[in-house]
């Protein structure tokens, strides 16, 4: 499990970098697909990361807008105070985690329950979903995209 | 590990569903990104996991090329065909294996060591990652794509 957060964070720190050499109408222009672009992408990413780990922790979501972060160095920026506070979690994952489950409400309002491991599960593949998408549209862009390699990384 | 090869093989099994709908010109049709198409992304997919997992029990990479399978009975076949040999090996994965080596040669004859684990965990992101971009070009044929989500997939 761990092996795959630090693949996620790992990559998600190389899209940043690979953000730097773009314009700065390109990563927010309204792309088709996903949430709709290149650096709400990224936001979305780690909203959607801090917000369920928050849930697993019994702490308050994050409900900002991206509208509010509609720039590299903002949203960069918060995936690193969002990394602080989710590392630390994920660090200190145990099998014994796995079967714990959290209560929800759906959007009607009907309870729903999840098990721990089947959140941490949907985090990863979330994360590396969207960055497919960020690989689709860096052609766009005329770039190159960062490898998807989950090898050669030293993770192992 | 299982859960995560579980949904990926749920969600391949709704993407080819998926393509049913889809024009025949549709789903060969060059794209921008990754390996160029819908149906050849399906087909590497496929290849990718069966090749890495009969690289981990010493049987022989497939390498046949996409022209041979370019159309979508061809590949829905390929892919249930390798299921069948990749599945035992996926279910009947234990914490043991996880730090075995696999050694190989990279294209330059350079000896290169990769563990198990490292290589299953590098099966799952790849498609993960190669359905990202189905997500993206599925909009370009005017069709929802297939849900990312792996929560309420009835996993756990």
């Given at each position: 499990?761990?092996?795959?957060?630090e693949?996620?964070w790992?990559?998600?720190?190389?899209?940043?970098?690979?953000?730097?050499?773009?314009?700065?109408?390109?990563?927010?222009k309204?792309?088709?697909?996903?949430?709709g672009?290149?650096?709400?992408?990224?936001?979305?990413?780690?909203?959607v990361?801090?917000?369920?780990?928050?849930?697993?922790?019994?702490?308050?979501?994050?409900t900002?807008?991206?509208?509010?972060?509609?720039?590299?160095q903002?949203?960069?920026?918060?995936?690193a105070r969002?990394h602080?506070?989710?590392?630390?979690f994920?660090?200190?994952?145990?099998?014994?985690?796995?079967?714990?489950?959290?209560?929800?409400?759906?959007?009607?309002?009907e309870?729903?329950?999840?098990?721990?491991?089947e959140?941490?599960?949907?985090?990863?593949?979330h994360?590396?979903?969207?960055?497919?998408?960020?690989?689709?549209w860096?052609?766009?862009?005329?770039?190159?995209?960062?490898?998807?390699?989950?090898?050669?990384?030293g993770?192992?």
């Open positions: 499990m761990l092996k795959l957060f693949y996620n790992q990559v998600r720190k190389d899209w940043f970098a690979w953000c730097q050499d773009v314009s700065e109408e390109d990563l927010p309204k792309r088709t697909g996903g949430v672009g290149i650096l709400h992408t990224l936001f979305h990413i780690a909203d990361e801090f917000s369920w780990i928050s849930d697993l922790q019994g702490k308050r979501e994050f900002e807008p991206f509208e509010d972060y509609a720039n590299l903002k949203v960069t920026d918060l995936s969002f602080e506070e989710v590392r630390p994920v660090m200190s994952w145990t099998n014994e985690m796995e079967s714990k489950e959290l209560s929800e409400l759906t959007s009607a309002g309870p729903v329950n999840f098990k721990y491991g959140i941490m599960r949907h985090v990863i593949a994360e590396i979903h969207h960055i497919g998408q960020l690989s689709v860096s052609r766009e862009v005329g770039k190159a995209p960062i490898t998807a390699n989950l090898i050669r990384r993770l192992f």
